[in-house]
């Protein structure tokens, strides 16, 4: 078996969710890398959309941007840009949408708009681009982060796209009829909502992590599963197909 | 009726100091070229508008001369911050207008259908609504769902690169298409750089993205014209770009040097040779 990194354990750990039934609405970064390993690997008939309006694509390498040519020349079709908001995801037909974020809270609510006051920001963020209603409309949420206390806030500064809210009933509340963040894939971890509070809580460890290590990373105080499973350590063949896939994409933006 | 004129008049012509506007393309076929002619015509108090700023905005706004940005994701894609943008609006230089995708979307949508707003679901949960007051909501009248509203995006100009325009100067985009056809629908006046003009389409889906030139109102032929973002068919996206204008971009006075010597000291014509350089091999 062959080391692996932080970073890799994380994207394998996301890559093996993913299933061939799976309709998913991909985010650029760890997201874009999670679903492409997947379908080279486990889950070749995975219907990948990236929102410049793909549909069905599969790209060669991953793309550096949401709208690389490299996704247009591999889809089965694109769409516009508002077709694929209102028709696409608005109209339903997503299974998964894969986010990431700047910083997230317990109840897996995401921040990518601003650190600070919005109106005196102490660091200003890209903002949501498609997050907030990805998070809504798609039937669930994967959401890869990796941990640290700069990202895992016990309290946001600003809500950029719903989660579990304040807790249990919170979306219910709010008319949305989708499940929310189901798994939070970390480069330690991998988080459920809990199923009576909906507060995230450990219930895998990635090899080698102890709980400790978790908690130093957490803004909060972190809850385990009563049965917390053991990550299984990344295969070689996830770690080639992965790697060989950075690779590639590596050499085509440096062209 | 649209009009041929060099890129230099086109931009004279349709835009003026104060006005809003809409130079789209998402991550594909970006106007650049435009883009750098404003720049170099000095435009002031614009009020920008664009789904996803990328470099074209960063390099306005870090020249001076705008007033305000309509968004959605401000970011360099794959790459991290537009650091002339984020530096504005974090000294409180910038006036901001700040939406998610699927608001923007529809309300380019609603501007091309002569709408006042529009109304989608969405913005559930989430504090935007708290800072931005143009984001509202309507009851539907038939089930009482709230819904989240948005006004119409309705420039006075919108500045667009396509593939191809013809003799009769309609014009055609393939690949992804973004909001440019609704934006150039939405406003008031359009310009519209092009990779060539041909005589003829020639073969083509029945069902090609085509503005008809009744409602464009100025086309400047510039190859290249969409670089450091590409042109389906014609040449890759520059990505190696894109990550190297991280550095430029950080440092004012780098930005600054950068601009004068590849912007106002150039023109529209040093585009077609970046069109060569990333060209698509002929298939």
Known sequence: ?255 | MAEFMSLRDAIAANLRDGDSVAMEGFTHLIPYAAGHEVIRQGQKDLTLIRMTPDIIYDQIVGMGQAKKLVFSWAGNPGVGSLHRVREEIEAGRLAIEEHSHAAMANAFEAGAANLPFAVFRGYKGVDLPKVNPNIRSVTCPYTGEVLATVPAVRPDVAIIHALKADREGNVLLEGIVGVQKEAVLASRRSVVTVEEIVADFGPRSTNAVILPAWTVTAIAKVPGGAHPSYAQGYYKRDNAFYIAWDKIARDKAVFLKWMEENVLASGPDSFAAQARRFAVAAG
């Open chain 1, 1 to 255: 078996m062959s080391a692996y990194t932080p970073t890799e354990i994380m994207t394998i750990a996301a890559a093996r969710l993913l299933t061939n039934e799976d309709v998913c609405f991909v985010g650029i970064g760890a997201p874009s890398a999670a679903c492409n390993l997947a379908r080279l690997t486990h889950a070749p008939k995975i219907t990948l959309i990236y929102e410049s309006g793909t549909l069905s694509t599969r790209p060669s390498v991953l793309p550096l941007s949401i709208g690389d040519g490299e996704l247009c020349d591999t889809a089965l079709t694109t769409v516009s840009v508002p077709e694929m908001f209102r028709y696409w995801l608005q109209g339903g037909r997503i299974t998964t949408g894969f986010l990431g974020g700047a910083q997230i809270d317990r109840f897996a609510n995401l921040n990518t708009t601003v650190v600070g006051p919005y109106d005196q920001p102490k660091v200003r963020l890209p903002g949501g681009g498609g997050a907030p209603e990805i998070a809504i409309h798609c039937g669930q949420i994967f959401i890869i982060m990796a941990m640290g206390q700069r990202a895992f806030m016990d309290k946001l500064p600003f809500i950029t796209s719903l989660g579990h809210g304040t807790g249990k009933g919170s979306r219910e509340a709010l008319g949305v009829k989708t499940r929310g963040p189901t798994q939070l894939i970390t480069d330690l971890c991998v988080f459920e909502p809990d199923p009576e509070t909906s507060e995230l809580t450990v219930t895998a460890l990635h090899p080698g992590v102890t709980r400790d290590q978790i908690q130093e990373n957490c803004g909060w105080p972190v809850k385990f599963a009563a049965a917390v499973r053991e990550t299984p350590a990344p295969d070689a063949t996830e770690l080639s197909v992965l790697r060989d896939l950075h690779a590639r994409t590596k050499a085509a933006h440096a062209a």
